[in-house]
């Protein structure tokens, strides 16, 4: 059985814009409770914020690569930092097996994957890379209850 936190946050994944009214509703408990469990999990850090969510091809950004890379063991940090500060970078995991990264980049077209290519291939430590151009998305979301 769900937990109350549970369904809290998978009535709020369908609309985070819901009034505390329209939740107390589906949750059938009074709005000032609705208004507690949410604050609460924010306050526990469960709900970090509140996001639009947007297309990126409608926005032009077509491109769409995962990009691995093998770093120097005294470079990590520094290779962290240009991962971090990179505009291009959507998301950046340190991982196991033969490479040390896996990263998710989006660009408008493939001249800007040149450009970031070259950049991490200059990057701090950088000994290898690995990159897969993705020619269609079957599913993307963000992790739900």
């Not at 950004?61 to 959507?90: H, I, M, W």
């Not at 660009?107 to 990159?131: C, M, Q, W």
Request: aromatic residues 10%.
């Amino acid at each position: 059985m769900a937990s109350k936190e549970e369904v809290v946050l998978r009535i709020f994944n369908t609309n985070a814009r819901m009034s505390f009214r329209t939740l107390a509703k589906k949750l059938g408990i009074a709005p000032a409770t609705a208004i507690t469990r949410v604050k609460d999990l924010e306050e526990k850090g469960v709900i970090k914020g509140y996001r639009v969510e947007t297309s990126p091809e409608k926005l032009g950004y077509r491109t769409l690569c995962y990009v691995e890379a093998q770093v120097g063991p005294n470079e990590r940090v520094d290779f962290e930092q240009f991962l971090k500060r990179s505009p291009d970078v959507v998301s950046a995991h340190r991982v196991t097996g033969r490479y040390d990264y896996l990263f998710m980049v989006r660009f408008k077209d493939k001249r800007y994957l040149k450009e970031f290519l070259s950049k991490i291939n200059h990057a701090p430590g950088v000994l290898k890379t690995n990159v897969k151009v993705s020619i269609d998305t079957l599913k993307e979301e963000y992790w739900r209850v």
